[in-house]
Structure formats: structure tokens, C-alpha cells
């Protein structure tokens, strides 16, 4: 079983940047990728961005730029730095990894809020 904690989400205004954390915790797994994705209030769950074992990096086509995924192995932890947030991208980030054995699983999510 591999439990994960996000933090870092919080209120911020537009133009601003927050850098979210993702640690997973457990024994004896190994995580392939860790993978953000998000959800407003009445959408759908969509996908922002995914880092491989190898540090490859796929992002959603909105980030365009402003966000930078990023992982730290021997800590089993991913970041998301999120530059010139906008209020669109208020919603509940979630961190999502994926082991080596097909397993996969959830955070509880952190609240994103992008606000003057």
C-alpha cells in the first residue's frame, strides 16, 4: 500500500506561482510515474502534467509554459511549480503515481485558489 500527501496549495493571486508537493510513503514499491492532475468545482478531472522515472515530462496543453513538473527518486516526491496562475486554475490538484507493477494511486487533493 502506498499512501501520498500533497501540500503547498493555498489562495493566491493572479500573476502568482505556488509550487506543490506530492510524497509518497509505503514499502516495497517502486514508482514508475507521478502525475498531477486537477478538478474544478462542476469539471471533469483533467491531466496537467506527468514525469517519468527517466525524468521525461508531459504537460496538459493549457500550461503553456507556466508550470514545471518536477521529482526527487530517492525521496519518492514530485513537485508542481505553477508560475503566472490565472483564476481558471483554481481547482483541487491531485497527485497520482503509477508503480512499476500497475498499480496506481491517489492523494486526497490540495486546494488551488487563484483569486484577488
Known amino acids: 500500500q502506498v499512501q501520498l500527501v500533497e501540500s503547498g496549495g493555498g489562495l493566491v493571486q493572479p500573476g502568482g506561482s505556488l509550487r506543490l508537493s506530492c510524497a509518497a510513503s509505503?514499502?516495497?514499491?517502486?514508482?514508475?510515474?507521478m502525475r498531477w492532475y486537477r478538478q474544478a468545482p462542476g469539471k471533469q478531472r483533467e491531466f496537467v502534467a506527468r514525469i517519468l522515472s527517466g525524468g521525461s515530462t508531459n504537460y496538459g496543453d493549457f500550461v503553456k509554459g507556466r508550470f514545471a513538473i518536477s521529482r526527487d527518486n530517492d525521496k519518492n516526491a514530485a513537485h508542481l511549480q505553477m508560475n503566472s496562475l490565472k483564476p481558471e486554475d483554481t481547482a483541487v490538484y491531485y497527485c497520482?503515481?503509477?508503480?512499476?507493477?500497475?498499480?496506481?494511486?491517489w492523494g486526497q487533493g490540495t486546494q488551488v485558489t487563484v483569486s484577488s
Open positions: 497520482n503515481v503509477w508503480l512499476v507493477s500497475r498499480d496506481s494511486y
Open positions: 509505503g514499502s516495497g514499491f517502486t514508482i514508475n510515474d
